[in-house]
């Protein structure tokens, strides 16, 4: 049998009680042992809903990590403290998982990757959208060089009016941007990861704050406050990598448009393309006719299937175990996050000098 993992929550909040806790909670190698948020009736809520039964409760994480009997912690707060946690929690000998983004600036991002090189420690981030039966299929036709040269791409992230009027959001200094560092990190991992292509060269970018300041605006979570909507509405790029692939990316919390997807990633290869548009397309030409294939993702298993119905939260945390336990790579490695926060910020950069940055 495998060892049980003692592991520990830093933020207490929707990502911790929506994804991480209720995934972990189903693993029977993870005690849930210790929980910490500034706020402190959180952290006791989750202990009491998901702990075990001697959890103990933090407001420092400081103090959290001083206990050497924690292997695991998962870092679910604001975008800008997850490096300084996740390097903290490294050092202190305990392999992390850190919520998306990998962290505010590219900076950090690659601190995090020297920090679990220095200390040998595993460190991976969040993207769980690598785990949905619909990426982990595409994923197996694409590393089977089915699609051929893979040279140009579509990440999406597209919100009609869906802009989250909750927690720090909509604030520029605790997050570091808006749609683009929020769901556009989503799209643009997944399609790296599709091209397995981590090499960038260029990036040209804009962003927009058109709807921000509209007061009473329609909005799936009610209207939100212009005063304190600091960052943008809207953000695009254009990656061209040194391979010469092309990537388009697209995000929005608000857009007038009703060409809506998040998290998915439009392919096109010598060989043939691909689409995730109301489930998954293949397309390609065979015998001189064009074809157009929607794959049955009913009709067998995908990677890392093991007969149990899982949900990709499931899989995601069962993976990462794995990882650890048998000593291998997790699925979403740190130089891969890196490379996603070197390119957002790229975006960010670009939009406001006007110019292309080279990387």
């Not at 990590?65 to 000998?93: K, M, Q, R, Y």
């Not at 695009?236 to 997807?261: C, P, Q, R, Y």
């Not at 990633?265 to 489930?279: F, I, N, R, V």
Request: net charge negative.
């Amino acid at each position: 049998m495998s060892k049980i993992y003692k592991l520990a929550i830093i933020g207490c909040g929707g990502i911790a009680n929506g994804k991480h806790l209720p995934s972990l909670k189903k693993l029977a190698n993870v005690e849930i042992v210790a929980f910490c948020d500034i706020v402190e009736e959180r952290a006791t809520e989750a202990a009491a809903k998901y702990g075990a039964e001697d959890a103990i409760v933090y407001t420092d994480y400081k103090e959290l990590l001083t206990d050497a009997s924690i292997d695991i912690v998962h870092v679910c707060t604001p975008n800008d403290s997850h490096a300084d946690i996740a390097i903290a929690a490294l050092e202190a000998g305990k392999h992390v998982m850190s919520e998306k983004p990998m962290a505010k600036t590219a900076h950090d991002a690659k601190r995090m990757v020297e920090a679990a090189r220095r200390t040998g420690k595993k460190l991976t981030v969040g993207y769980n959208n690598r785990f949905r039966p619909d990426s982990q299929h595409l994923k197996k036709i694409c590393a089977a060089g089915e699609l051929g040269d893979i040279y140009y791409a579509k990440a999406h992230a597209i919100r009609r009016r869906a802009v989250p009027t909750w927690g720090v959001f909509l604030d520029e200094e605790k997050q570091g941007g808006g749609p683009l560092i929020d769901i556009g990190t989503h799209a643009l991992d997944l399609t790296l990861w599709m091209l397995d292509n981590y090499k960038p060269k260029v990036v040209l970018g804009t962003s927009y704050h058109k709807l921000s300041q509209r007061e009473n605006a329609a909005n799936a979570w009610g209207p939100w406050d212009p005063a304190k909507f600091t960052v943008e509405d809207s953000a695009f790029g254009m990656i061209v990598m040194e391979n010469g692939a092309t990537i388009v990316l697209e995000s929005s919390w608000a857009l007038n448009t009703l060409e809506v997807d998040e998290a998915k990633c439009t392919l096109s290869g010598t060989e043939g393309g691909a689409d995730m548009k109301g489930g998954l397309r293949i397309n390609g030409e065979q015998h001189s006719r064009l074809f157009t294939t929607q794959v049955d993702l009913k009709a067998g298993g995908v990677a890392f299937y093991d007969g149990k119905t899982e949900s990709d939260a499931d899989l995601e945390m069962r993976m990462w175990l794995k990882a650890i336990d048998e000593d291998t790579e997790p699925v979403v490695t740190p130089e891969q996050a890196y490379v996603v926060s070197q390119i957002l910020e790229a975006i960010y950069e670009s939009s406001k000098t006007g110019k292309a940055v080279y990387l």
